[in-house]
């Protein structure tokens, strides 16, 4: 058994520890709790189809309330797209 | 390059696809989806169609070239949509113009998505989030259908014909 197998087995221990006790942390699904702050969403769910007109609350939370971080996704495909095309240039040929 | 069935049930399923896609972007602002997840959709259509007839002859009909003055296209006109937010300060003096201000929601100058809705049936509301979904469909159409050619073209296998 080499070293590499070694160390991959040491970080699946370590990485299956985490993943299976933050599993027990989780929390329940549709359960109100306090710590979600939920007075932004219940503002979100009364004033979005006044304030942005659009029927879609996600869409209104997407491209309205949260539009620079939509921005910020799409220089995220645009970087990833000229990095493509950058790196596979020369094998195009 | 695959068998003639593949290409045959690509060619019935690429209008449908397409068709679909688009939907979910233009009603982005109603029902579930928008720009993203449309895109996503008419994207893999292409790449359906990219798996079926080949990188070889996909590229020789779409040039990548165009790809990305579409996807730039996209991304121009999102941020002009946003930076149009801003000049209302200086056309208008209005105290209310941002980054990414929703100019064509309640007023009566541009007749376009001004009404706010009160239901599914009305397309013509939200103001500009209709011309965002537009924009970012368009740039994530291009972007990934760019993606998946570029990679499939250089990773073609050296002994596929060049027909």
Redesign the interface.
Known sequence: MSSRNIVGAVFFVIIAVFLFFSALLIHPFGEFNEDNNPEMDQYIIDNA??Q?????S???V???YR??D??G??TV??T??AG??LL?RR??K | MMSRIVKTISNIAFPIVTIYGLYVIAHGHLTPGGGFQGGAVVASGCAMVLVAYGSVWTMRKVKEKHLSILESLGAIGFIGLGFIGILLVFFYSSSDGNFFQNFLLKQDVIPIFNEIGKGLSNINTAGVLPLMNFAVGLKVIAGLFVIVLVMAYATRLKGEKQK
Do not use: H, P, R, Y
């Open positions: 189809q006044n942005t007109g659009a029927d879609n996600v869409t209104s997407v491209f309205d539009g620079f939509t921005l996704e799409a495909l645009f990833a797209v493509v095309i596979f094998l195009k």
